[in-house]
């Protein structure tokens, strides 16, 4: 291990104790002990050079929602138990499906994050689709620059990896359109059943989104569940070219969304979205003797229970952490802030171009960008081209202005290494990018 690992190592054993008897008798000395010595060995998400991963920047007034939601401490999935509360969770799903478009009847929840949103929407998908079919025959549909969350949450569902097909992609890394309906003509002589059809809006690795009017267009003529993962670029659609770029969203059978990305909100908190909600309550239909029973001519006029729309039961009153900053602020600033996001990666774009020796591997398509050092006079091989990028990633990082990550590819072979640029947070500004430039011109000279 080198010694920062060893460091991060030595530190989280420092944590490790008995459970305690009796309680500590100086607060401010456990407050200390956090902020002085366990929060400064960890990377601020919040700051403005942080553009590695998909960084948001924690807007403080959903900060406050939360301390007000769990001071309140209510119980929200149950709407008779508190009605005013469960009217704004809906109120805030329903915003959100008009930011997609989505019609009257559909409706969704808010989850923790989109790893438990999409877990959700493919349970969603298995129970309408797969009715009468074994799990063994459905086959599903993603592009290889997928999250790797879809596939977790397929294998969770049940199904076998073996059933999931992952698409190739394009030279800017969207899923190729001949080659889904090759694989589903293949499938069905093969007497298998394509039922769910994934595309990206926004993928992780490049920002990529894929041409989701036409993948829709396939789901329709396949009979398949049509899935967006808009986890990241879904509240672009604020904006017009994010609308242009995503044409046919609202098509999508469910959509992921994250707030705790393009919301600009503190983790914990993301959303599923269905055209239906009736097909969302279908797949959570249970209930126990234990919970209390309206009679049928009251209930048909009562909002539907939370914990009827997904797995979970008793949590947090989490969309008060949407509502009371769109309350205190608006949308409009939102909108301003991802137009500006847009700006700014393609500004970034055009600054890196004039650097000698970089190229760029992934044009921003949305706020995601990805370069790599390619110097010219040396014959370096594939390997050795990773292990100069890797060097020019951590020269980059250790001078402590931004913060960058890796890119691969998914083909995982020497010489696809390159840098990635994620621009996201509100609290990034063009004066964060003119020091990353500067930054990364510097470690270039450094390393040729």
Known sequence: MNSEIENAVKLAKSVAEPLPENGHTDFEELLRDIFD????????????????????????????????????????????????????????????CDIIGLPPEAGGVITSGGSIATITAIHAARTNQLTDRNLSQGTIYVSEQAHHCI???????????????????DNDFRIRLSLIEKAIERDKTDGLHPFLLVASAGTTNTGAV?????????????NMWFHVDA?????????ERGKSLMKGIEQADSVVLNPHKGMFLPYGIGALLVKNKNQLRKSFDFTGTYLPALPNEINSHVPEDIMH???????????????LPLKMLGIKPFREQLDEKLNLAQWITEQLLQIPNIRIVAYPQLSILAFKLEPSGYDLSPKELDNLNIKLLDAINR?????????????????????RIAILSFRTTKQHLEQGISDIQNATSNLI
């Open 151 to 169: 596939e977790q949450g397929l294998v969770l569902c049940g199904f076998s990896p073996k059933n999931i097909r992952k698409i190739a992609t």
């Open 37 to 96: 010595r366990l929060v400064p060995h960890s990377t601020n998400d919040n700051s403005g050079g942080y553009l590695a991963y998909i960084p948001s920047g924690g807007l403080f007034h959903s900060i406050l929602a939360d301390f007000i939601s769990l001071s309140l401490n209510r119980y929200v999935t149950m709407f008779m138990a508190a009605p005013g509360l469960a009217a704004i969770e809906n109120q805030v799903v329903r915003w959100l």
């Open 210 to 222: 894929d041409n989701i009017l036409e993948i829709g267009k396939l789901a329709q003529k396949y």
């Open 399 to 419: 001078r402590g202005n931004i913060l960058l990550s890796p890119f691969r590819s998914t083909h995982n072979v020497d010489g696809e290494f390159a840098i």
């Open 309 to 323: 729309l997904s797995p979970e039961l008793t949590r947090e009153f989490r969309g008060f952490r949407i509502w």
């Open 231 to 239: 986890a990241y670029g879904g509240f672009f659609m604020l904006t």
